[in-house]
């Protein structure tokens, strides 16, 4: 979904197995060394992080509890900040000494990960170079009156995965990047762990980007008081560039659902399948709604589709003489 278009272009030029060969091998060797550069640097801030967690949870219940006595002071009792900080920096550092394993095993390139990492890229310059060829065979597989389905299912497929995938890619890269800026520039600590958070929850559909400002925002605020202001004017110039110019141009006609529907798909899959239904629920979502309006346009008659038609069937009724 993500390199295919790299491979097509490239087909224009040279035989297409030359041309998937140099779209996969050159993105997996570039990947392949950010990958593990990245995991290196997010082990030891993770490895910091779990070291330091006693100092920096006093230092945050320390930020906090101004604001939850003034909540107190307004009548709102049963509102624990602090025991609600508590509860996500234990759920932090669980999840994060569950992560130092796989971590280390990628950052030291172990013959595990590099198996694996083998094996998914043979697998897919197969597929892309046999794509045809795979898609003319399940194709024929479909009874013919179900063809124009299949086209449908295929494209709306294509569109809806291909286009929701990248356009995450690059909005959640992007965002990462400017995270990244904001720690190097400033010098916050854990910055590998701020970045990469930044970048993943920016590329989390709808309630992601509400809150992918916040890791740099209070390391900052926690650690470095005096980068607090800075970090805020970063990230936010950052956020509001990712969020009003980029994401709806990488994002057009890739998904195309009203935000209710987005918002709808993206609870549904939360609800069945967790972090990655509330993912993938978005595309699905849109190949659904092509399938709806297919069957709407289909099942319509020709002479009720348009307003004017419609328009000009009143007025015949209403005239009792024919109208176009």
Same mark, same amino acid.
């Given at each position: 979904?993500?390199?295919?278009?790299?491979?097509?272009?490239?087909?224009?030029?040279?035989?297409?197995?030359?041309?998937?060969?140099?779209?996969?091998?050159?993105?997996?060797?570039?990947?392949?060394?950010?990958?593990?550069?990245?995991?290196?640097?997010?082990?030891?801030? #993770?490895?910091?992080?779990?070291?330091?967690?006693?100092?920096?949870?006093?230092?945050?219940?320390?930020?906090?509890?101004?604001?939850?006595?003034?909540?107190?002071?307004?009548?709102?009792?049963?509102?624990?900040?602090?025991?609600?900080?508590?509860?996500?920096?234990?759920?932090?550092?669980?999840?994060?000494?569950?992560?130092?394993?796989?971590?280390?095993?990628?950052?030291?390139?172990?013959?595990?990960?590099?198996?694996?990492?083998?094996?998914?890229?043979?697998?897919?310059?197969?597929?892309?170079?046999?794509?045809?060829?795979?898609?003319?065979?399940?194709?024929?597989?479909?009874?013919?009156?179900?063809?124009?389905?299949?086209?449908?299912?295929?494209?709306?497929?294509?569109?809806?995965?291909?286009?929701?995938?990248?356009?995450?890619?690059?909005?959640?890269?992007?965002?990462?990047?400017?995270?990244?800026?904001?720690?190097?520039?400033?010098?916050?600590?854990?910055?590998?762990?701020?970045?990469?958070?930044?970048?993943?929850?920016?590329?989390?559909?709808?309630?992601?980007?509400?809150?992918?400002?916040?890791?740099?925002?209070?390391?900052?605020?926690?650690?470095?008081?005096?980068?607090?202001?800075?970090?805020?004017?970063?990230?936010?110039?950052?956020?509001?560039?990712?969020?009003?110019?980029?994401?709806?141009?990488?994002?057009?006609?890739?998904?195309?659902?009203?935000?209710?529907?987005?918002?709808?798909?993206?609870?549904?899959?939360?609800?069945?399948?967790? #972090?990655?239904?509330?993912?993938?629920?978005?595309?699905?979502?849109?190949?659904?709604?092509?399938?709806?309006?297919?069957?709407?346009?289909?099942?319509?008659?020709?002479?009720?589709?348009?307003?004017?038609?419609?328009?000009?069937?009143?007025?015949?009724?209403?005239?009792?003489?024919?109208?176009?």
């Amino acid at each position: 979904f993500i390199l295919e278009p790299v491979a097509a272009w490239l087909a224009r030029f040279v035989p297409r197995v030359l041309a998937v060969t140099i779209a996969y091998g050159s993105v997996a060797l570039v990947a392949f060394g950010l990958v593990v550069v990245a995991a290196s640097a997010l082990f030891s801030s #993770i490895s910091d992080f779990l070291a330091n967690l006693g100092q920096f949870q006093q230092d945050l219940l320390a930020l906090v509890k101004p604001i939850s006595d003034w909540l107190v002071s307004l009548g709102f009792d049963q509102v624990d900040l602090t025991t609600q900080v508590q509860t996500i920096l234990t759920t932090l550092a669980g999840g994060a000494q569950d992560l130092l394993g796989p971590l280390q095993d990628v950052a030291v390139a172990s013959v595990g990960f590099v198996g694996n990492i083998l094996i998914v890229f043979f697998l897919a310059i197969f597929i892309s170079i046999d794509r045809a060829a795979i898609g003319s065979f399940l194709l024929r597989l479909v009874p013919p009156a179900y063809g124009g389905e299949a086209h449908l299912l295929t494209e709306s497929v294509g569109r809806s995965f291909g286009g929701f995938l990248r356009g995450m890619v690059a909005v959640g890269g992007t965002y990462a990047l400017v995270a990244l800026l904001c720690n190097l520039v400033l010098g916050l600590p854990y910055a590998a762990i701020t970045t990469i958070a930044a970048g993943v929850l920016m590329a989390f559909p709808f309630f992601g980007p509400f809150v992918s400002w916040s890791p740099p925002v209070i390391v900052a605020a926690v650690l470095q008081p005096d980068a607090l202001i800075p970090a805020i004017l970063i990230m936010g110039i950052g956020w509001f560039v990712n969020q009003n110019i980029l994401q709806p141009r990488v994002l057009a006609g890739a998904v195309g659902l009203h935000p209710v529907v987005v918002l709808a798909s993206v609870l549904i899959g939360l609800k069945l399948f967790g #972090i990655a239904g509330a993912i993938f629920g978005l595309p699905i979502a849109a190949v659904i709604s092509s399938f709806f309006f297919y069957f709407l346009r289909r099942n319509v008659r020709p002479d009720e589709r348009s307003v004017a038609a419609r328009a000009a069937q009143r007025l015949s009724e209403r005239e009792g003489r024919p109208k176009r």
